[in-house]
């Protein structure tokens, strides 16, 4: 059987300006929850990213909120894309927001990243970044156990140390994005704030 040949960045029947208006239509997380740091990815950053990668066969969006990134590879080609949430409320906002765009390629599981068990080459993650629980813990320990041939990471910059757990990974940053941040938990003081947020490709060192 012949090999199906991906499609071209430049063969992608959305524009990226268009991809960020369709996103933009999603319902967004529902009740975020401070101790998942449950912050809604903005549109156009989901839409600039799905159009930095190639696109390829199967991906696995852990921890994926309202699916904002996976839906959008979808979008823009991918063959097949995960939906991963351990957040039970999060299940019918991830449903409707399939069932808005008219997707077949998408599956949604709602499982812990930390009890997920799926053999897959490539991996996207906007995962906690540690500051109000160890949860981010639960997706390195995926990576490095399954360790897929491609990881991409949306990572605060100032945690940037805590990137050497992934030992197996040669990290390069793809592209740096000022993440807005919405007085939407207790301790919130600002109307919204920003912080430095690194797009991340990790891809596996040759195992000996």
Do not use: C
């Not at 960045?9 to 959305?14: A, I, P």
């Not at 390195?140 to 140390?161: A, C, D, G, M």
């Not at 430095?196 to 000996?208: A, C, M, S, T």
């Amino acid at each position: 059987m012949m090999k199906k040949e991906k499609p071209s960045l430049e063969s992608r029947k959305l524009s990226k300006k268009e991809l960020a208006i369709i996103l933009s239509k999603l319902l967004p997380i529902k009740n975020p929850k401070y101790e998942l740091e449950q912050y809604q990815t903005p549109s156009e950053i989901a839409a600039d990213i799905a159009w930095a990668i190639p696109i390829g066969d199967e991906i696995a969006d852990l921890g994926s909120g309202n699916g904002i990134l996976g839906l959008a590879l979808a979008l823009v080609g991918w063959n097949k894309v995960y939906l991963i949430e351990k957040d039970p409320e999060q299940e019918e906002i991830l449903y409707k927001n399939k069932e808005l765009l008219g997707l077949n390629n998408v599956e949604i599981l709602i499982k812990d990243v930390g009890d997920l068990e799926l053999n897959i080459e490539n991996v996207i993650a906007n995962p906690p970044f540690g500051h109000n629980s160890n949860e981010y813990r639960k997706f390195f320990h995926f990576i490095e156990k399954n360790k897929p041939k491609t990881v991409y990471l949306l990572w605060e910059e100032s945690q940037y140390k805590k990137l050497k757990k992934l030992k197996d990974y040669d990290i390069k940053i793809i592209k740096r994005y000022q993440f807005p941040i919405k007085p939407i938990y207790f301790f919130h003081t600002k109307k919204k704030h920003y912080i430095n947020v690194l797009f991340l490709k990790g891809d596996l060192r040759e195992q000996i």
